[in-house]
């Protein structure tokens, strides 16, 4: 086994340190060492977007990027979308519109739609399309996850 | 995954000298989009990873009207997409860059990238061709400079010598009435691998071409360049009979093979089809500058 690295790192606010072996990917690194496990596994290709994470508040693959690579990033996951017992509009939204079924790619489509969000609090159906292309779903179909999205943006400009 | 690894150099010196440090088996790691897969697969099994995210000079992007551009190697593709610089004056590389992946892939990838990655398929690398790009290599030896039609040397390889990089992508400052523009053809809307992809960078002078260079994507072992074409181009008006007729000239210069996403015949329509409209949109575009 491989020296373990000690990588220092921001995640969903709070300053993290952890240890990963160099081929630990962030996604094993959340799910295996930090117990997040939020993040989902997918494709491991960059194709469906289950593990999407905020790197630095852009959408990333955690999958592809290894945990060495946080260093000095801000990380943030599903697990930092609500605070404490209050759901993030987002989940809230995606809740009340049922915009899941399994539920896989949930975390993935939460955190590419938060990035939308920041950068763009009203945006277009088409931009939201467009902000999701990254995240495949294979149960519910993209009208009611879309929904929940445009939904979201309106309740967080208090619309 | 195998065990390697991992350094994350702040100069191109120390880059440079860890990637001479061992050998063969030391690699660049970008994005990591597609090395990361590579080595899952053990396609590819480096045993030292030189991460050049942390290089200021690779990550700038600067623009001067008579030195032209100098794009960091590792800028990522979405940075790129958001430079007011970049869709100024290289609009159509930049929408090649924008055409990678989804934005989690674009969050990470980057031009020198796709460029070391050398695939024949790969988005940017037409675009490049078309503006004349050339890389800019840092290495034990120092530093050179290689067109990037002359950087390729077959399906996933290239010019580069152990302990080399490419640092910056550099591209001469288009003259007055200069465009570019990028269209590839997919099987989906979005987020696959090109069947053809076409860049063409237009000069007019009046209504005349006065330069012209076209890039091909995904029809031979490498990213080409379509002289033909683009030569019988020079001093004619640019218009839907003469960018047919260049299309048919990029044509033989397009030496594709069938695969599961097109054969080897509707490849080379498409390339003539894609030529024609890269120019068109070029030309379209040379006119508003």
């Known amino acids: ?159 | 995954m195998h065990e390697f690894s991992y350094e994350a150099p702040t100069t191109v010196d120390q880059a440079v000298k860890l990637l001479a440090s061992d050998g063969d088996s030391a690699r660049v790691i970008c994005g990591g989009t597609d090395l990361l897969i590579q080595m899952r697969n053990a396609v590819r099994k480096p045993r030292l990873l030189v991460d050049v995210k942390g290089i200021p000079e690779m990550r700038e992007i600067s623009f001067d009207a008579k030195a032209g551009l100098k794009l960091g190697a590792a800028v990522p593709c979405i940075e790129i997409h958001e430079s007011q610089v970049m869709h100024r004056y290289y609009p159509g590389l930049t929408e090649a860059a924008h055409l990678i992946g989804s934005l989690q892939i674009q969050s990470r990838a980057s031009i020198g990238g796709n460029l070391c990655n050398s695939s024949p398929a790969a988005d940017t690398s037409p675009a490049l061709l078309a503006v004349g790009a050339i890389a800019k290599i840092v290495g034990p030896a120092g530093t050179r400079e290689v067109p990037v039609e002359k950087f390729f040397t077959g399906p996933g390889t290239n010019v580069l010598q152990k302990g080399e990089l490419v640092v910056q992508i550099l591209i001469p400052p288009p003259a007055p009435h200069t465009a570019d523009r990028y269209i590839r053809m997919i099987p989906r809307n979005e987020m696959d691998i090109a069947i053809v992809g076409a860049g063409a960078c237009v000069t007019l002078d009046g209504d005349k071409v006065a330069a012209a260079r076209i890039g091909l994507g995904a029809v031979a072992p490498t990213p080409i360049l379509a002289p033909k074409a683009a030569e019988y181009l020079i001093g004619k008006k640019l218009d839907e009979k003469t960018a047919e007729r260049a299309g048919e000239l990029a044509r033989e210069s397009a030496s594709p093979i069938d695969d599961m996403r097109g054969t080897a015949e509707y490849r080379r329509h498409v390339v003539g089809v894609l030529t024609k409209r890269a120019l068109l949109g070029a030309a379209e575009r040379a006119r508003q500058n």
């Open chain 1, 1 to 159: 086994m491989s020296k373990k690295q000690l990588v220092e790192t921001t995640i969903n606010g709070e300053p993290t340190e952890f240890l990963c072996e160099t081929r630990q990917s962030l996604l094993e690194s959340l799910r295996d060492v930090l117990g997040l496990t939020g993040s989902k596994e997918g494709c491991l290709t960059g194709d469906c977007g289950a593990c999407t994470v905020l790197v630095d508040g852009r959408p990333v693959c955690s999958c592809l990027m290894l945990g060495v690579e946080a260093r000095g990033k801000k990380i943030t996951t599903v697990e930092g979308l609500a605070e404490g017992t209050q759901l993030h509009p987002l989940q809230q939204k995606f809740l009340e519109d049922a915009s899941l079924q399994c539920g896989i790619c949930t975390p993935g489509f939460l955190m590419s739609a938060k990035a939308l969000l920041d950068r763009n609090p009203n945006p277009t159906e088409a931009e939201i399309r467009y902000a999701l292309a990254g995240n495949l779903c294979r149960c519910t179909g993209y009208d009611k996850i879309v929904r929940a999205v445009m939904n979201a943006a309106k309740v967080m400009q208090g619309r």
